[in-house]
């Protein structure tokens, strides 16, 4: 089974700021990967599919990179609304795994 | 606008099987692969299974043994079975759809999700 790490487990930014959230998988899963965005008490909101690829409505600000191993969520400048918690999520044709997910918290 | 509604009883007994039904409403059922994903408290997504007709199925190896999910394409619904439950399978069940299509299952992501109805697994 692939296993995805995130880091880092919680990552504190003011609005305005960058943030760069990072996700590692234990073998190459090649660009099969998304991201999601969760608040509380709601259900995980597609943003990123195949590595870089925005979701339809997702604002511009959210940006996806990497293949491979190693991928990073970039979240270019953070608004009010952005605080929550990130995952990603390898999937191929017969397994899907995700990330223990990294929370966005305001500083 | 698709939306998915997930039903079936909030506290099952130890030992019991967990039901639950995801109800599509605003679209058909068609031409979708149709997920299960849970979210014990506090914790992490765990993807369970997968279902598209009644022909590709695919579950968690790690609950595959105790695991049964199928799809009603006249009443527009799919369902999972969990047998023997614990309370370690205490969590939020989400209902989600998965586009057909692109080179692998999930390729376009996890793009509609249900709600999630909260499980409790308790005597």
């Known amino acids: 089974e692939i296993v995805m790490t995130q880091s880092p487990a919680t990552l504190s930014v003011s609005p305005g700021e960058r943030a760069t959230l990072s996700c590692r998988a234990s073998?190459?899963?090649?660009?099969?990967l998304a991201w999601y965005q969760q608040k509380p008490g709601q259900a995980p909101r597609l943003l990123i599919y195949?590595?870089?690829t925005r979701a339809t409505g997702i604002p511009a600000r959210f940006s996806g990179s990497g293949s491979g191993t190693e991928f990073t969520l970039t979240i270019s400048s953070l608004q009010s609304e952005d605080f929550a918690v990130y995952y990603c999520?390898?999937?191929?044709?017969?397994?899907?795994?995700f990330g223990q997910g990294t929370k966005v918290e305001i500083k | 606008q698709v939306h998915l509604q997930e039903s079936g009883p909030g506290l099952v007994k130890p030992s019991e099987t967990l039901s639950l039904t995801c109800t599509v409403s605003?679209?058909?059922?068609?031409?979708?692969?149709w997920s299960w994903i849970r979210q014990p408290p506090g914790k992490g997504l765990e993807w369970i299974a997968f279902?598209?007709?009644?022909?590709?199925?695919k579950y968690n190896p790690s609950l595959m043994s105790r695991l049964a999910i199928s799809v009603d394409t006249s009443k527009n619904q799919f369902s999972v079975k969990l047998s023997s439950v614990t309370a370690a399978d205490t969590a939020v069940y989400y209902c989600?759809?998965?586009?057909?299509?692109?080179?692998?299952?999930?390729?376009?992501?996890?793009?509609?999700w249900g709600q999630g109805t909260t499980v409790t697994v308790s005597s």
């Open positions: 989600a759809r998965v586009p057909k299509g692109g080179p692998t299952v999930g390729y376009y992501g996890i793009d509609v």
């Open positions: 605003g679209g058909s059922i068609s031409n979708y692969f």
């Open positions: 279902i598209y007709y009644s022909a590709s199925i």
């Open positions: 073998q190459s899963v090649s660009s099969n």
């Open positions: 195949a590595a870089s």
């Open positions: 999520q390898h999937y191929n044709n017969w397994s899907w795994t």
